[in-house]
């Protein structure tokens, strides 16, 4: 009997010090990451070759496709597996020029861009009259007016009242003026969907049938609430350029048209088609020693609108992802499990990259460990959700205990929370019942500011904020990847919050892998 007792002391003091064993490599290992985070970071080296360099990246166009390359030759430069694989199709296209000048009544240059896949103007350009969408009189038809289209540039965005964003107004403004502004707002906005509604046109269609009628071009303005921001999407029209002006420009232009000054400007917005371009996936891998087959994943968008260069959608979340294997493969070059790291194309027209993964890897969805997503802007990771796996709160809240707790105190979490349905690629995930999460960061203005718009730039980047996240992201893989076993996969039915009954898990949808191609 006292044999057998000491036996059993001597079990649990060699499973007690291989406990402390294994504490003291897991802390070595932390301490590792945030050392290498704070005294070596590459997000500015990264953030520049990628965002000044290559600039945007528009699906389709070649910085997409330099894009791609970089970022394979980076993780091959650091000893990490990269390929780009291809899933899909996309009209090519490649911005030129856009200089807008006014001419008449007086000289100025316009602050404006082509919208994405717009045709060109003829060769150096084009002159003519600027005009807007009339309110019909009794008894007029939009028919009867269209022909004064034809040789004219046509204005189609509503006018703005005010060139002062909200919290501009409830800063400075009285109660009663600010009161005033919005009513004003409100009915400029009504009487110019009457407008639009005598065409009767919607807004996709009224530019294509403004081109058939001899129209010179299309301008639009779509003011993104922000001091000189404006958001940049794609164009309509078929045949002629359609530019976004400025809030300023695009209301001088409506003033001088409206009160019958009859400006003029002059266009060249040049651009080409590349004709059908392959679109990738690009992916980094650092292969796993004890369990290769199953995946720790880090997942961001590589495309963006190209207004501007997309910095903080989604340039911050792919800077970030590309530290986080960079640290790792410093300090942890040989992971238990494999970590991949996914930057998806074409996010921006329906999530198509990461649902091509799910669609094309059914054999890897039931191996995967979790999946962090980075994707909405420069600030620090504010929010976690549950995303509705029942046990997230459990594994999650273990591992954010090993992030240093300044990183992680503000964080605001919901557990179970709900599945995401949509917004990034976390949900193409979620939808196929992989445990995916949102690292959801602190907005520093980005709807207003840089989300979509002409100001989404490097210099929008708050180095400091990103930094930490890539240390959180670094921590939360090495602890997915020493975890025991495949964390629990089980789920929460949401509840309608309307009805109070229970609603639907989110189901997988397949890309387009056409893009454009038959338009």
């Not at 003091?13 to 290498?36: M, P, R, T």
């Not at 009794?138 to 919290?167: A, C, H």
């Not at 059914?362 to 990771?381: A, C, S, Y």
């Not at 229970?502 to 387009?512: D, L, M």
Request: charged share 25%; net charge negative; aromatic share 10%.
């Amino acid at each position: 009997m006292k044999k057998y007792y000491i036996s059993t002391l001597a079990l649990i003091l060699c499973f007690g010090l291989q406990a402390k064993a294994q504490e003291e490599v897991q802390d070595e290992v932390i301490e590792s990451i945030i050392k290498e985070a704070e005294e070596n970071s590459q997000l500015r080296y990264l953030g520049h070759e990628l965002l000044d360099g290559i600039g945007p990246r528009l699906v389709g166009s070649p910085q997409m496709q330099k894009a791609h390359d970089w970022a394979v030759a980076q993780f091959e430069e650091w000893g990490i597996e990269g390929k780009n694989e291809q899933w899909g199709e996309w009209r090519g296209w490649e911005r030129g020029i856009t200089h807008i000048d006014m001419v008449e009544p007086w000289v100025r240059s316009l602050a404006g861009t082509q919208l994405a896949w717009s045709p060109p103007s003829p060769e150096g350009g084009a002159t003519g009259e600027v005009i807007v969408i009339p309110q019909l009189e009794e008894g007029q038809s939009f028919e009867d007016w269209l022909p004064n289209v034809e040789g004219k540039y046509v204005m189609i965005s509503t006018p703005q009242v005010t060139g002062r964003p909200d919290y501009n107004w409830e800063e400075w403004s009285t109660e009663e003026s600010f009161s005033q502004m919005k009513e004003e707002r409100g009915e400029v906005q009504a009487e110019w969907e009457l407008r639009m509604s005598q065409t009767g046109h919607g807004r996709r269609e009224l530019p294509v049938v403004l081109e058939e009628a001899g129209a010179l071009g299309v301008i639009t303005s779509y003011w993104s609430r922000g001091f000189g921001a404006n958001k940049i999407f794609s164009a309509y029209t078929k045949k002629v350029p359609t530019i976004d002006l400025s809030l300023e420009d695009y209301g001088l232009l409506f003033r001088l048209a409206e009160s019958g000054k009859k400006p003029k400007i002059h266009l060249n917005a040049q651009s080409r088609e590349t004709g059908v371009q392959p679109t990738f996936n690009t992916f980094g891998e650092i292969r796993g020693t004890e369990k290769p087959e199953e995946y720790v994943m880090l997942s961001a968008h590589f495309d963006s609108w190209d207004g501007a260069t997309g910095a903080t959608d989604n340039g911050t979340g792919v800077i970030t992802m590309m530290e986080v294997m960079r640290i790792l493969k410093k300090v942890y070059p040989n992971p238990k499990r494999t970590i991949l790291v996914g930057l998806w194309g074409s996010e921006e027209q329906g999530l198509n990259g990461s649902r091509a993964f799910v669609e094309d890897h059914p054999e890897t969805l039931d191996k995967i460990q979790v999946l962090f997503n980075q994707d909405n802007g420069t600030g620090r990771i504010a929010r976690l959700s549950g995303q509705g796996f029942v046990d997230s709160y459990e594994y999650l809240g273990r591992w954010l205990a090993e992030v240093p707790r300044p990183i992680t105190q503000d964080i605001e979490t919901n557990f179970p929370g709900n599945p995401g349905g949509g917004g990034s690629d976390y949900a193409s995930f979620v939808a196929a019942g992989v445990p995916a999460f949102s690292l959801s960061s602190l907005s520093w203005s980005y709807f207003n500011y840089t989300w979509h718009t002409n100001l989404d730039t490097y210099d929008k980047i708050v180095f400091e904020e990103v930094k930490n996240n890539a240390i959180m992201t670094a921590i939360l893989v090495y602890m997915a990847c020493e975890e025991p076993e495949l964390v629990s996969r089980k789920r929460r039915v949401p509840i309608n919050q309307r009805s109070g009954q229970p609603a639907y898990w989110p189901v997988p949808r397949s890309p387009n892998r056409k893009g454009m191609i038959d338009n």
